[in-house]
T-cell receptor, first 113, second 112 residues
Framework: GIQVEQSPPDLILQEGANSTLRCNFSDSVNNLQWFHQNPWGQLINLFY???GTKQNGRLSATTVATERYSLLYISSSQTTDSGVYFCAPTFMNYGGSQGNLIFGKGTKLSVKP | DTAVSQTPKYLVTQMGNDKSIKCEQN?????MYWYKQDSKKFLKIMFSYNNKELIINETVPNRFSPKSPDKAHLNLHINSLELGDSAVYFC???????????FGPGTRLLVL
């Protein structure tokens, strides 16, 4: 079956450090989104990135669809970056035409001051 | 203005009751969704809906039913609530089915 695997599951950083979060997926995708769920539970859309590289401030993301992975880079981390980061692709052969996001289990990030 | 809103934010109810969660989007999007986040933070699609088609995830019990009075609203009705229905329910919308999805703030449901 289809799988979305995120690593690492947990990550503790000192403020100012950089990090890379990885998302591997098992099949061809229509699109892929990265979300940040903050400690209050709100899901914030970070990137819509079915392929290529995008940057938004201290965050950037790269998806290599042919190799079935995506990366999220966080530079100069801040305490407000804490929370859970989810990768969520839609799969061409599993509801992709309907936009059904399939979420990974997330990476829980804690940034210490 | 909140792009995707849900009411209520919290819902505490007894087993066996019937309840509804409302969702509204003011983005002019064509497609809306419901997701469930369980106690382990795992998010799973329940429904996707546009004005033409409702797609139901096969694992969703038929006690759950989405109802769309118009393009801007997709409400979730739950009959005969069970303890296992306790979760956070998120509504989302997108312009087209494959485009960026924007999520509401979530509704935390607790069934006692």
């Amino acid at each position: 079956g289809i799988q979305v695997e995120q690593s690492p599951p947990d990550l503790i950083l000192q403020e100012g450090a950089n990090s890379t979060l990885r998302c591997n997926f098992s099949d061809s995708v229509n699109n892929l989104q990265w979300f940040h769920q903050n400690p209050w539970g709100q899901l914030i859309n970070l990137f819509y990135i079915p392929s290529g590289t995008k940057q938004n401030g201290r965050l950037s993301a790269t998806t290599v669809a042919t190799e079935r992975y995506s990366l999220l880079y966080i530079s100069s981390s801040q305490t407000t970056d804490s929370g859970v980061y989810f990768c969520a692709p839609t799969f061409m052969n599993y509801g992709g035409s309907q936009g059904n996001l399939i979420f990974g289990k997330g990476t829980k990030l804690s940034v210490k001051p | 203005d909140t792009a995707v809103s849900q009411t209520p934010k919290y819902l505490v109810t007894q087993m066996g009751n019937d309840k509804s969660i409302k969702c509204e989007q003011n983005l002019g999007h064509d497609t809306m969704y419901w997701y469930k986040q369980d106690s382990k933070k795992f998010l799973k699609i329940m429904f996707s809906y546009n004005n033409k088609e409702l797609i139901i995830n096969e694992t969703v019990p038929n006690r759950f039913s989405p109802k769309s009075p118009d393009k801007a609203h997709l409400n979730l009705h739950i009959n005969s609530l069970e303890l296992g229905d306790s979760a956070v329910y998120f509504c989302a919308s997108s312009q087209w089915a494959r485009e960026t999805q924007y999520f509401g703030p979530g509704t935390r449901l607790l069934v006692l």
